[in-house]
């Protein structure tokens, strides 16, 4: 079968990805003054890649015989495809859904596959497609033949498959250069990475991850996880690879066994993971430090645990946050901490200390973005008779979405504003900035 991937984006200045905040995506739009917009624009140059998602499915597609084309664009010759999948998303769903409409009109088969459509299937049922609900590259892995099931709306499975089922995801298809996926902690060539899917923290009531992956943890063998850096080293000169688990190292057992294996094999490659920081331990930090752990990003989200308690956002003492970003940073880890403002609690005075708190962390990023109920989780249900927004796209966690108590959605965005441009106008901040890249 000749089939057409398709990973259309909107056409902004700032950086999209379809990969962040579950795979329903966000967009950096920081703001708009004139350090904010610096910001946001080097940002689109320096990180992007598609969904882990797409990755697999092409994969999995390949592996079943089909000749696989994958396309950010409708292409012109876009008629001369049997089949369609189109990635979703809600930071880009206006934007698919228009290329949905347009392979209709020519007659065109079309699957809709993401967590997205998972959770909203009837936008893009109402647009002409076929929805898999789940994690596609599963269903891709049991399915061999479509075409009874693109007689369907909706399609559900059960598989009994592992992650270490699925084969590795085919970047070489949809990167062209490995240098410009992630530049932000060095100029290495990089791809994303697995090692484990689904999140079993209390916040899951407002984040997207476990809607898709679900709560349980399910992990990859560490030897399967060096295997295919291994591979990509071999093949693409991979030297960087961004671990793309919503928390990294939630089963210690198996992030020593990882660890171990990377030091063992001596691949002399460097990883970047995203935690909890309540996770990070002195000697878990040594051995990952030691297999390549280059930086970490950690979610710090608010300075007021009252805040951070309304919102079911289970966090760690401010002391022990300090003490474990400086410990990350003693051995010479990067840090790229991330903040949330106009969460249903915040005032302006709670978002102000936020950035102040920032500040002092000082860490060689801050990352800071509005807190939006997202259709599909369990909060959303308290607030959708409060969404303000004309357009799913304006969900991309850079927006207030929703009618605050005592914000509005232009206060947030001159506190966003504000955030990004004193924490990265700051004489302590290049220091520290070049100072971690000095010591990396
Ligand atoms: S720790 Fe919370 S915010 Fe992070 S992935 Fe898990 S549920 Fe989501």
Known sequence: ???????????????????????????????????????????????????????????????????????????????????????????????????????????????????????????????????????????????????????????????????????????????????????????????????????????????VYPLQQGRKVRQRSPKKIVDEMEYWKKNMNIKMFVFRDPVFSINNKHTIEFAKELINRKLNVKYIIETHLRILDKELIKILKKSGLAAVKCGVESAHPEVLEDANRFTIEKDLQFKKIRELEKNNIQVSSMFILGFPTDKEETMDNTINYAKKLNTTYAQFSVWTPYPGTPIFNEYKNKIITKSYEESDQYNLVYKHNSLDKNIVRKYLDKAYRTYYFRVSWILKFVRSFIFA
């Open 1 to 207: 079968m000749k089939i057409l991937v398709l990973d259309v984006y909107k056409d902004v200045e700032h950086r999209i990805s379809k990969d962040t905040s579950g795979g329903y995506g966000t967009g950096n739009n920081f703001g708009d003054t004139l350090i904010p917009r610096l910001l946001k624009k080097t940002l689109k140059k320096v990180h992007d890649w598609s969904p882990m998602f797409v990755a697999y499915t092409i994969s999995v597609l390949k592996k079943n015989g089909n000749q696989v084309t994958f396309s950010k664009e409708l292409t012109s010759n876009f008629e001369d495809y049997d089949l369609y999948i189109v990635a979703s998303s809600i930071v880009c769903c206006e934007t698919e859904i228009n290329a949905i409409k347009k392979i209709k009109s020519k007659g065109g088969d079309v699957f809709a596959i993401g967590p997205f459509a998972t959770n909203q299937p009837k936008i893009y049922n109402d647009a002409g497609a076929t929805v898999i609900l789940g994690e596609p590259e599963f269903y891709f892995l049991q399915k061999k033949h479509y075409v009874e099931d693109l007689k369907k709306k909706i399609i559900t499975f059960d598989h009994s498959f592992e992650l270490d089922d699925l084969p590795y995801p085919d970047w070489k298809t949809i990167i062209t250069d490995p240098k410009k996926v992630s530049k932000l902690f060095g100029n290495y060539s990089t791809i994303p990475m697995l090692a484990t899917r689904g999140c079993p923290y209390s916040c899951f009531k407002y984040c």
